[in-house]
């Protein structure tokens, strides 16, 4: 049995919100994040967490939408996503990133994803 990773993800109508969670945690004391991919194309960072949780940097598609936490006692990193757009449906994925989060470079998927559908 594969175990869940990512959840949270669901069908919203335009404007709505959804509130992902990832459990898990990079190795080394690696950047941690989301990023998202559509099938057919490539896939998108969406924002990166520093291991001691200090910065935090989200790509400009999400800036001032969608907010990055972590919650270090329970392991697991949060996706706050509000006024969501049609644009932003795709498949979510948590995971590692590279060692410069600013640069937003997602290295690998810890789950399967969880889906995100949002209709006008």
């Known amino acids: 049995e594969v175990p869940v990773v990512e959840s949270g993800g669901g069908s919203v109508q335009e404007g709505e919100s959804l509130s992902l969670s990832c459990i898990g945690s990079?190795?080394?004391?690696?950047?941690m994040g989301w990023f998202r991919q559509v099938p057919g194309k490539e896939r998108e960072a969406v924002a990166c967490?520093?291991?001691?949780?200090?910065?935090?940097y989200y790509a400009d598609s999400v800036k001032g939408r969608f907010t990055l936490s972590r919650d270090y006692a329970e392991n697991t990193l949060w996706l706050q996503m509000d006024g969501l757009k049609p644009e932003d449906t795709a498949m979510y994925y948590c995971?590692?990133?590279?060692?410069?989060?600013?640069?937003?470079?997602?290295?690998?998927?810890w789950g399967q994803g969880t889906l995100v559908s949002v209709f006008s």
């Open positions: 990079s190795s080394h004391e690696a950047p």
């Open positions: 995971g590692t990133f590279d060692d410069y989060c600013s640069g937003l470079s997602p290295v690998d998927a």
């Open positions: 967490i520093t291991w001691t949780g200090a910065n935090v």
